[in-house]
């Protein structure tokens, strides 16, 4: 292949993560959760086989580049939705993390127009990953425990204390560092 085709093994393997979603969505409607549930596992291994694939087969892309945070993004939204529409998760919970999600795209979103270049500037932290791991985590508990009938009540409070606490503090920290990206007075765009 071709470097400059968007055609790549990773951006397909992107590609189908995002096709994924709406199978997981599915299965979650029919209360398949373990069918759910393995959907969801198979999209967080094609996420680190597509980044890995990118390196290796120095097939990084501008597409992979925005396709892969939009796929992680979408399944996570997406199943903190369903989880928490249906009562398997605080539906507060929920709200909370689309909430911190949304208020990161939209301010990266809002850098963006401001001339800010958003992709070398804003990086993700450790807070972050960790909070990403964290609701990933939960996710696989609540499913797993529907799934399976496994006695995991406590596991999934705490996961539901780690991931409130991470989540607001990555949503705070990311704040403060987007709002020191934003262009001082008299400074003009793009600068």
């Not at 909370?96 to 992709?119: N, Y």
């Not at 409130?164 to 008299?186: N, W």
Request: a positive charge.
């Amino acid at each position: 292949m071709r470097p400059s085709s968007n055609w790549t093994i990773p951006n397909v393997i992107t590609m189908f993560r995002i096709v994924l979603v709406p199978v997981f969505v599915m299965m979650f409607i029919d209360q398949r959760f373990g069918a759910a549930l393995l959907i969801f596992l198979i999209a967080g291994v094609s996420d680190g086989l597509d980044g890995f694939l990118a390196r290796v087969l120095k097939q990084r892309s501008q597409l992979g580049a925005m396709l892969d945070p939009i796929a992680d993004k979408l399944l996570l939204i997406t199943a903190y939705f369903c989880l928490g529409f249906v009562g398997l998760l605080p539906g507060w919970l929920a709200v909370l993390v689309i909430s911190r999600d949304m208020m990161i795209i939209g301010g990266m979103a809002l850098l963006h127009f401001w001339g800010v270049d958003v992709r070398s500037r804003i990086h993700p932290t450790w807070l972050s990953k960790f909070n990403t791991f964290g609701q990933i985590a939960l996710i696989i508990a609540v499913l797993a425990k529907h799934s399976f009938g496994l006695p995991w009540h406590g596991v999934v409070q705490l996961l539901v204390g780690m991931v409130t606490t991470t989540t607001v503090l990555s949503g705070a920290h990311y704040i403060y560092v987007g709002l020191g990206h934003f262009p001082g007075d008299g400074e003009k765009q793009g600068q």
